[in-house]
């Protein structure tokens, strides 16, 4: 167990949908990290918040959005979803950058019909 | 920009053999690099991690990897496969002189422990 826990495990939506993917990082770590997984597209690194503040963005859509709360817990927001929005989305945390490795929680997998 | 390389998508070795997953990074500076390992249905984990010092750095599960500045490369080795190795490997960079910043990861190289 990483003790990153992210909920839903799981969702099923349809296209033009919203919805919201949690992550609650590991005790004591003020980096939260998301990325995307896909088969064709591997591991892309979404956005990235430290103690509540953004601080840094990768290949993220418009339609997206993330934000990191003062409990440093984090959610992020896909709108008006595209079958090709359907992934795995896995948050990370750590307790600093530099040497410090990240610990991922075991994803969400989302399903756009 | 930093980028990793894992030039092979799948390897496949016999059960015992020798293994080796190829990585090769482009940073602008100094690297700090990372190795991860992702079962099925399941998060990453953390497997090792090279920070400076010794080229050759142990990790978990008996695996091992080597930094070699000149190629550029950090390669995962573990000198007898077992069937449960049969995993997605990532290998990750992230620029020593780049501060927080997020690990860049490779496309992942599908490992197979053959019996």
């Known amino acids: 167990d990483s003790g990153v826990t992210q909920t839903p495990k799981h969702l099923i939506t349809a296209t033009g949908q919203r919805v919201t993917l949690r992550c609650s990082p590991r005790?004591?770590?003020?980096?939260v990290y998301w990325y995307q997984q896909s088969l064709d597209q591997g591991l892309q690194f979404l956005i990235q918040?430290?103690?509540?503040?953004?601080?840094a963005k990768g290949n993220i859509l418009e339609r997206f959005s993330a934000q990191q709360f003062p409990d440093l817990h984090s959610e992020l927001n896909l709108s008006s979803l595209e079958l090709g929005d359907s992934a795995l989305y896995f948050c990370?945390?750590?307790?600093?950058?530099?040497?410090?490795?990240?610990?991922f929680g075991q994803g969400t997998r989302l399903t756009v019909v | 920009a930093q980028s990793v390389a894992q030039p092979e998508d799948q390897v496949n070795v016999a059960e015992g053999n020798p293994l080796t997953v190829k990585c090769t990074y482009s940073?602008?500076?100094?690297?700090?690099l990372f190795w991860y390992v992702q079962y099925p249905n399941r998060g990453l984990q953390f497997l090792l991690k090279?920070?400076?010092?010794?080229?050759l750095v142990k990790g978990s599960y008996g695996f091992e990897a080597e930094f070699n500045k000149s190629q550029t490369s950090f390669h995962l080795k573990k000198p007898s496969a077992l069937v449960s190795d049969s995993a997605l490997y990532f290998c990750?960079?992230?620029?020593?002189?780049?501060?927080?910043?997020?690990?860049?990861f490779g496309k992942g190289t599908r490992l197979s422990v053959i019996a």
């Open positions: 990750a960079v992230r620029d020593r002189n780049s501060g927080n910043t997020p690990l860049v």
């Open positions: 990370a945390s750590s307790v600093e950058g530099g040497i410090a490795e990240a610990f």
């Open positions: 090279y920070i400076t010092g010794d080229n």
């Open positions: 005790s004591g770590d003020l980096s």
């Open positions: 918040y430290y103690n509540g503040e953004e601080r």
């Open positions: 940073v602008s500076g100094n690297p700090y």
